[in-house]
């Protein structure tokens, strides 16, 4: 086979075996084996790029990529294949087994699929991308297999980045033929991508001022994607048992893709009572790069309003998020002048000023303190309340109605209320001063009765 077309289709293959590897696709050799200087400086060096859904440049030199995103401290190991002498007609037959293969490499070994030819590797060396996602390797002419070792320290502008899936093992020929003129180029770049994604946001926001309805949202990013490398699962797993009440929290779910309603490809289940479960029904059909955002509901309380999400991509985690709904709680404490606690008092407690809520003059039904005098309202946005005693206990005055704040510091509100004594008539007064003012009026009487006396006698005189 002339070796011109072996090396094409060898690099086509091995672009394909390493998810659309740009510098592979299409690049040629020169015919002439016997041009080729075996103790030239040969260079391979690798650009590490985060997939654009994109096919990149194949011609083996250095170029401009659009889009291009590149990945840092990604490993490499670069082997000779040993036997392989590119100066030689045999080291070309060597190569042309490679064609149309997929490549699985372990310890000094590689092996071809669909063939189960393998071949013995040799003087391997390990190189990690810097900042621009480039690394490089230099040696002499070879047929080179490049197997990606490592992308969990990979980072993007300096950022953590999660690789979803890594490139598969490649070939490459040094030198190769230059498109241009037809002379041997022995400066080989290639542009392997990885499948990169991103982890998940996570919001949480509360409609009302009083229910504790707690709203979730959870945006996440598709990674972009290609025919060689298509999307094959996508599912989120959020485990909401410190979410509240979950009794409706399927009949919430919407799922919106780029902004459109697409809740029936999704499958939605509780799992344990208590994982919210989305998976796509058909990933394929998700397009390249599109924005998920997922939407449910459940109702909290100020212990019980924080779930994390996970989010699975062609089965690799690529991140997880966590919120927490904003509710707090009033504690009530109930006692009379003396500090006695106050059972039977009944209260409600009316939103003035809540923001961004529905209900903003809704009140909580009127509740009464318990045997310790204790009353607990709980689901409550932050904002500005008012409390109302609606309903004193036996005995006791209902105090004026008072401004409550509620705040988001996770500390519940605590007051205590005082409710004074019913007034009630005064007794009679007794005691001494009782028992002169009774001397003194029986003093009176008597002097009257004396008085009656003497008139009588003085009449009953003079008619004598």
């Given at each position: 086979?002339?070796?011109?077309?072996?090396a094409?289709?060898?690099?086509?293959?091995?672009?394909?075996?390493?998810?659309?590897?740009?510098?592979?696709?299409?690049?040629?050799?020169?015919?002439?084996?016997?041009?080729?200087?075996?103790?030239?400086?040969?260079?391979?060096?690798?650009?590490?790029?985060?997939?654009?859904?994109?096919?990149?440049?194949?011609?083996?030199?250095?170029?401009?990529?659009?889009?291009?995103?590149?990945?840092?401290?990604?490993?490499?190991?670069?082997?000779?294949?040993a036997?392989?002498?590119?100066?030689?007609?045999?080291?070309?037959?060597?190569?042309?087994?490679?064609?149309?293969?997929?490549?699985?490499?372990?310890?000094?070994?590689?092996?071809?699929?669909?063939?189960?030819?393998?071949?013995?590797?040799?003087?391997?060396?390990?190189?990690?991308?810097?900042?621009?996602?480039?690394?490089?390797?230099?040696?002499?002419?070879?047929?080179?297999?490049?197997?990606?070792?490592?992308?969990?320290?990979?980072?993007?502008?300096?950022?953590?980045?999660?690789?979803?899936s890594?490139?598969?093992?490649?070939?490459?020929?040094?030198?190769?033929?230059?498109?241009?003129?037809?002379t041997?180029?022995?400066?080989?770049?290639?542009?392997?991508?990885?499948?990169?994604?991103?982890?998940?946001?996570?919001?949480?926001?509360?409609?009302?001022?009083?229910?504790?309805?707690?709203?979730?949202?959870?945006?996440?990013?598709?990674?972009?994607?290609?025919?060689?490398?298509?999307?094959?699962?996508?599912?989120?797993?959020?485990?909401?048992?410190?979410?509240?009440?979950?009794?409706?929290?399927?009949?919430?779910?919407?799922?919106?893709?780029?902004?459109?309603?697409?809740?029936?490809?999704?499958?939605?289940?509780?799992?344990d009572?208590?994982?919210?479960?989305?998976?796509?029904?058909n990933?394929?059909?998700?397009?390249?790069?599109?924005?998920?955002?997922?939407?449910?509901?459940?109702?909290?309380?100020?212990?019980?309003?924080?779930?994390?999400?996970?989010?699975?991509?062609?089965?690799?985690v690529?991140?997880?998020?966590?919120?927490?709904?904003?509710?707090?709680?009033?504690?009530?404490?109930?006692?009379?002048?003396?500090?006695?606690?106050?059972?039977?008092?009944?209260?409600?407690?009316?939103?003035?000023?809540?923001?961004?809520?529905?209900?903003?003059?809704?009140?909580?039904?009127?509740?009464?303190?318990?045997?310790?005098?204790?009353?607990?309202?709980?689901?409550?946005?932050?904002?500005?309340?008012?409390?109302?005693?609606t309903?004193?206990?036996?005995?006791?005055?209902?105090?004026?109605?008072?401004?409550?704040?509620?705040?988001?510091?996770?500390?519940?509100?605590?007051?205590?209320?005082?409710?004074?004594?019913?007034?009630?008539?005064?007794?009679?007064?007794?005691?001494?001063?009782?028992?002169?003012?009774?001397?003194?009026?029986?003093?009176?009487?008597?002097?009257l009765?004396?008085?009656?006396?003497?008139?009588?006698?003085?009449?009953a005189?003079?008619?004598?």
């Amino acid at each position: 086979m002339n070796t011109r077309v072996l090396a094409r289709r060898l690099l086509a293959a091995a672009g394909s075996a390493a998810l659309a590897v740009a510098g592979l696709g299409s690049a040629a050799l020169a015919a002439d084996t016997a041009a080729i200087d075996p103790q030239a400086t040969a260079t391979l060096t690798i650009h590490k790029l985060a997939n654009t859904g994109q096919t990149g440049p194949t011609s083996g030199t250095e170029q401009q990529v659009p889009g291009a995103v590149p990945i840092e401290h990604v490993t490499f190991r670069i082997c000779k294949v040993a036997q392989a002498d590119l100066s030689t007609p045999e080291g070309w037959t060597i190569a042309e087994g490679f064609a149309n293969q997929s490549l699985t490499v372990e310890g000094d070994k590689v092996t071809l699929a669909p063939s189960s030819a393998s071949h013995a590797l040799t003087d391997c060396q390990d190189a990690t991308t810097d900042e621009q996602g480039t690394t490089t390797r230099e040696g002499r002419p070879a047929l080179y297999v490049v197997q990606e070792i490592d992308a969990t320290k990979a980072r993007i502008a300096g950022q953590t980045a999660t690789v979803i899936s890594t490139a598969a093992p490649f070939a490459v020929t040094i030198p190769m033929d230059n498109l241009a003129d037809h002379t041997w180029n022995y400066r080989v770049h290639v542009y392997p991508k990885n499948t990169v994604g991103s982890a998940p946001v996570k919001t949480v926001s509360a409609p009302t001022a009083i229910t504790g309805r707690l709203d979730w949202a959870v945006a996440q990013k598709l990674p972009a994607f290609d025919e060689a490398n298509p999307l094959t699962s996508f599912q989120l797993v959020d485990d909401l048992a410190q979410a509240g009440d979950l009794a409706n929290v399927l009949a919430t779910v919407k799922v919106k893709v780029d902004d459109k309603d697409r809740t029936s490809d999704f499958a939605v289940s509780l799992v344990d009572e208590r994982k919210l479960t989305i998976t796509a029904k058909n990933p394929g059909a998700l397009p390249s790069g599109a924005s998920i955002v997922t939407t449910y509901s459940t109702v909290g309380s100020q212990e019980a309003q924080t779930n994390s999400v996970t989010a699975y991509i062609d089965d690799a985690v690529i991140g997880t998020a966590t919120a927490r709904g904003p509710l707090n709680k009033v504690m009530l404490t109930k006692k009379n002048e003396a500090g006695a606690l106050l059972k039977g008092a009944e209260f409600e407690l009316c939103a003035t000023r809540v923001d961004g809520v529905s209900d903003a003059q809704a009140c909580t039904s009127a509740t009464a303190t318990d045997d310790q005098g204790v009353l607990v309202i709980d689901r409550l946005k932050p904002g500005t309340y008012t409390l109302k005693e609606t309903k004193a206990p036996a005995g006791y005055q209902r105090v004026a109605d008072m401004e409550v704040t509620v705040t988001d510091d996770r500390t519940p509100v605590q007051i205590e209320v005082v409710d004074p004594k019913v007034q009630v008539p005064t007794l009679p007064v007794t005691g001494a001063d009782g028992q002169l003012l009774m001397t003194v009026t029986g003093m009176a009487l008597a002097l009257l009765a004396g008085g009656v006396v003497l008139v009588t006698r003085r009449r009953a005189t003079v008619g004598d």
